[in-house]
């Protein structure tokens, strides 16, 4: 972030704020968001306010960047601040008691490597090669979603165990939320004609594989949706339906695509396709992983599928060869010796 546009903000936004505002205190801070991105974070607080919001300003650096007047900039900006009084439908003292809180909890993925920073003072739980980061969800809407992470403080404070703010955190996603599996010729239909797609997870047969290859899993506002991975069934459900262990590629926070493994595909080439369109396609804030994981069916486990390389499905085939060849000329002797009848 450009300092000196950060500063220029900060030291004029007051000549825009309505008259209840100009005593407030305004600050900048540097903040760690998901995959460890550090920015930078303005905040504007009266005398009294316990939580304000955090308006980040790397998108109006670039939008500046782009011929965006810093006027319509920063009016923008003053507007985002002077509504939150009036949306967020809760007190901050609900956050302090764990029973109000409860129905509000929502799960979050992100790769623990990616995360090391972010993930210093929060409680997860491991999801595959993944974890489960948990969140206050105070307001859903069009405009998006407005949320707090849950921090080892809070949790302290709550006197509750890390299971156990999971446990709650799954039930309350599936209290809002159902889980959604679709395959992507419904979705791609969606995009393109506005048509509804079938939720698959609601069928009680298996389904045809062959004829759909991949399927799209998120949630019913396909906001935040890749968290599904974390609810319990669902992983064997998906099995079910399928009946085959399957592929799990991360296609960003909001949706994971899952890919029946008919044999075709290797994880290293779907990995190489995930990575590809990571860096290409989708933003930093909604990058999940570069990790494809893989479901087994029979050990019930998602992590990564240990493929063996080249020159050992060389050795393993010749080892077969070699089998084989030393079993035939025994089998003719055997049919030799037995009695026609």
């Not at 959604?180 to 079938?198: A, V």
């Not at 968290?227 to 319990?232: E, N, P, S, T």
């Not at 262990?245 to 044999?263: A, C, Q």
């Not at 050992?312 to 049919?335: F, S, Y």
Request: proline share 6%; with cysteine; glycine share 4%.
């Amino acid at each position: 972030m450009n300092t000196e546009i950060a500063e220029y903000i900060k030291n004029h936004i007051r000549e825009y704020l309505p008259p209840e505002y100009q005593e407030a205190h305004i600050t900048l801070e540097e903040v760690t968001k998901g995959n460890d991105r550090r920015l930078t974070g303005l905040m504007i607080r009266n005398d009294g306010e316990i939580t304000v919001p955090t308006i980040y300003l790397e998108p109006y650096a670039k939008q500046l960047a782009q011929g965006r007047p810093m006027d319509e900039i920063i009016r923008e900006i003053v507007q985002i601040r002077t509504e939150q009084d009036t949306r967020v439908p809760f007190e901050v003292s609900d956050l302090m008691d764990y029973r109000q809180v409860k129905p509000m909890l929502a799960i979050r993925l992100c790769d623990p490597e990616q995360n090391r920073e972010y993930l210093k003072d929060k409680p997860f739980t491991p999801c595959g090669e993944l974890a489960a980061v948990y969140r206050i969800q105070v307001m859903e809407s069009k405009e998006g979603v407005a949320s707090a992470v849950v921090t080892d403080r809070m949790m302290e404070l709550w006197g509750v165990t890390k299971e156990q703010l999971h446990q709650d955190a799954v039930a309350a996603e599936t209290e809002r939320s159902p889980v959604c599996f679709y395959s992507m010729e419904d979705m791609m239909d969606e995009i393109m004609f506005s048509s509804k797609p079938e939720n698959l997870f609601e069928c009680t047969e298996p389904l045809d594989a062959a004829t759909m290859p991949m399927y799209v899993l998120t949630n019913a506002s396909k906001v935040n949706g890749s968290g599904i991975l974390a609810r319990d069934g669902v992983l064997d459900k998906i099995g079910e339906l399928l009946g085959k262990n399957f592929y799990v590629l991360p296609s960003s926070i909001h949706e994971v695509l899952i890919v029946p493994d008919n044999g075709d595909m290797q994880a290293k080439e779907l990995e190489s396709m995930v990575k590809e369109v990571n860096a290409t396609q989708v933003a930093p804030a909604d990058l999940l992983s570069d990790k494809v994981q893989y479901y087994d069916r029979a050990a019930k486990t998602l992590g990564r599928k240990q493929e063996k390389g080249l020159l050992e499905r060389l050795a393993e085939n010749k080892a077969q060869v070699k089998e084989q060849a030393e079993k035939a000329p025994k089998e003719k002797t055997a049919a030799k010796q037995e009695p026609s009848l």
